[in-house]
């Protein structure tokens, strides 16, 4: 079983920057990493998702442009790099595992095999 710690989070004002960290607790290079968040009365929704060597990546169309998802194997760490963040955007911010091969589609929730305990990202308009 791995754990994952995200951090990162906090409240910044539209058009704002944050970065997201994830760190697991053993090597994670046999997953697929990625990203989801959950908006108050929302399902939690694919965000980004990276392969396990950190080549291939895919977004959801609403972020796409903006975030960027990488990973450092050596550090068990994965990233999500925000940037023109919008009201939008504002979330619970989960990090996710998945032992499955890394597909260019939306991962979806139910193929998750772990989970983050999730990192609040507030934008104020």
């Known amino acids: 079983q791995v754990q994952l710690v995200e951090s990162g989070g906090g409240l910044v004002q539209t058009g704002g920057s944050l970065r997201l960290s994830c760190v697991a607790t053993k090597t994670f290079n046999q997953y697929t990493m990625g990203w989801f968040r959950q908006a108050p009365g929302k399902e939690r929704e694919f965000v980004a998702t990276?392969?396990?060597?950190?080549?291939?990546?895919y977004y959801a169309d609403s972020v796409k442009g903006r975030f960027t998802i990488s990973r450092q194997n050596d550090k068990n760490t994965v990233y999500l790099q925000m940037n023109s963040l919008k009201p939008e955007d504002t979330a619970v911010y989960y990090c996710?595992?998945?032992?499955?091969?890394?597909?260019?589609?939306?991962?979806?929730?139910?193929?998750?095999?772990?989970w983050g305990q999730g990192t609040q990202v507030t934008v104020s308009s």
């Open positions: 990276i392969s396990r060597g950190g080549q291939l990546t």
């Open positions: 996710a595992a998945d032992r499955q091969a890394y597909r260019a589609k939306p991962t979806t929730a139910a193929a998750v095999d772990y």
